[in-house]
């Protein structure tokens, strides 16, 4: 490629036609396309600079305008979508968002290449393109509206706990977009929900354990921790991570059986012989409810059953 000189005043100019355009994508013109001339364009402007130039502070100044275009971006569009919205809608316009942001990015990191494959790995203090459009979302979107998105996530679980219909896709777009986040730096978003979401299964499922052991019988008791196991796992099979569905099993598990296994003990003991033989049949149906493949965790029914012959042998 012929050397072109590019005076750095219209070279600025020419990569605002860029990202000028490139932001529509975040205006809501996700079909925003650039031609092939266009790309030629742009990809050489950065070149011939870069090169022509032969001047690190020239290059510089290319490499701050890529940043700036993201931070000029999430002030001017992205945070004014976001920040007065709430709950579910909160949520829908921040998976939008992301998704035209990320195609806005791949734009801009296509034109602006050339630094990627020689100016940056020659200055090893410097974040690659791709880094530079995460970090700036992260630092100025996701961080300041995090505990927001937490909030309608978990609203949208307990919602659909409580057998309300919710847009399960969503969601699971949600999550995804912790996951992808994370994944720069070790800085994992995704683990903090998943902590808080465990703190209020466990808080869930103590209350519950209260109420069912004080108006359910010992079988009718069995019964719901049955359902409650595999209903649990089939929402975490829906919209979590595929490690949380162990971790969700063993939390209730925990709360349901572990812990008031003297009292169910107890209650069970002060049942006539009829609602006993119903209780057999009950446990016989917990078959299955490991709490993951390949585990040598002691199930569910495993449990119950050293419980059911524990407490026939005190009787």
Known sequence: MILKYIPL??????????IVKAKKIIEGYPETKFSGEEYQRFYRCVYFMCTYHGSNEKTMQLYEKFRNSFEESIFSMVLPSLINKQGENLLRE??????????MARWLCRF????????????????????????????????KLYCRFIEAALTLINQEREGLQIDLELLKNVLDIFVEISDYRGVNYYEDFEHILLTEISGYYSRVASEWLLHDSSAEYVQKVFWCLNREKQRAH???????????????????????ANKLMEKKQAEDSGIMTDYQEMLSKCAGMSLQEGSSSTSPEEWLSKLMASSAHIC
């Open 9 to 18: 005043d219209e070279g600025m100019m020419i990569m605002d036609e860029a």
């Open 94 to 103: 921040f998976v939008v968002i992301w998704s035209n942001y990320k195609l």
């Open 112 to 143: 602006f290449e050339y630094l990627d494959r020689f100016f940056i790995p020659q200055h090893i203090e410097l974040e690659s393109l791709n880094g530079i459009s995460f970090s700036c979302f992260r630092e100025m979107v996701f961080k």
């Open 238 to 260: 829906q919209y979590l991570h595929p490690d949380t569905e162990a971790k969700i099993v063993q939390v209730i598990r925990y709360n349901l059986l572990d812990q008031i």
